[in-house]
């Protein structure tokens, strides 16, 4: 991929990267500040929302967020 082809998709990867990024931070601070989870602990869920990028955020707001 040359120099070209990556800024014309830049209009494209800016946005998702900063929705990407702001799902991982909400998340990873969720995760640290609740001690409520409907399965597994909080060890998991960090790692789960900084490894598995873009999907761990939307997994843990879906299957991993307990009651407030």
Known sequence: M???????LLPFLIP???VELSLAIIALVHV???PNYK???KIMWV???LIVQFIGP???FTL???DE
């Open 2 to 8: 040359n120099t070209a082809q990556i800024i014309e």
């Open 16 to 18: 998702l990267v900063v």
């Open 32 to 34: 640290l500040r609740h």
């Open 39 to 41: 399965f597994g602990n």
């Open 47 to 49: 790692v789960i929302v």
């Open 58 to 60: 939307v997994i843990y």
């Open 64 to 66: 991993g967020r307990g």
